[in-house]
């Protein structure tokens, strides 16, 4: 369709051309000779519709929707001036449609940095499931569905809870660590010679 109407832009260019050396009473003669030709086509068609193909449809949408109403209804046309503009419309909407469509069909990727988060969330408490690692990302404040949760696992090859909940000793101290070495007691005198033991 886009190369007939290419075509027919570049026909109607030359057509153009040639009118431009013409009078305007060459114009006007060549005028009433296309109306009284369409008037013949009418009246052998009869009742019948003219069919018109999507580019001619383009072509003369193009052309003509830029004439007010009233002035449309003046030229004489195969179609109705309505037709015309109802062309017009589809033209546009169909050209909105295509550039409002997302260049990568179906969701959006989930950002890296959740599925980061969703990882840590999982390695670092083997015995949540991913409705619970669901139900903490909300506390922090990420908004994504269980199931974006559960496909992050299922994609990185995570094991569902049960089957990675049983962890060893030194997979505890592993994964707390950061805690674990945060924490110390203290020893302290005080004034008055009583000794004290601080938890910091």
Known sequence: MLLRLACLGVTNAFALLRLLPMSDRDKDAEIL?????????ERQLGGARVRFTPGDRAFLAALLHRL????????RLLMRPDTVL?????LA??????????KRPG??????????????LASENPSWGY????GELLVL???VAASTVWKILKDAGVDPAPGRSSS???DFLRSQADALLACDFLETVTLSGTRMYVLA
């Open 68 to 75: 007010p109403l009233p002035a449309l209804r003046r030229v």
């Open 141 to 143: 404040g990420v908004k």
């Open 93 to 102: 909407r169909r050209r909105h449609a295509a550039l409002s469509r997302p």
């Open 107 to 120: 969701r959006p990727r989930t950002e890296r940095s959740i599925r980061i988060l969703v990882l840590r």
């Open 33 to 41: 000779a296309l109306r009284h030709q369409i008037t013949v086509l």
């Open 168 to 170: 060893t000793r030194a």
């Open 131 to 134: 409705r619970r690692l669901h």
């Open 86 to 90: 109802r062309w017009h419309r589809d």
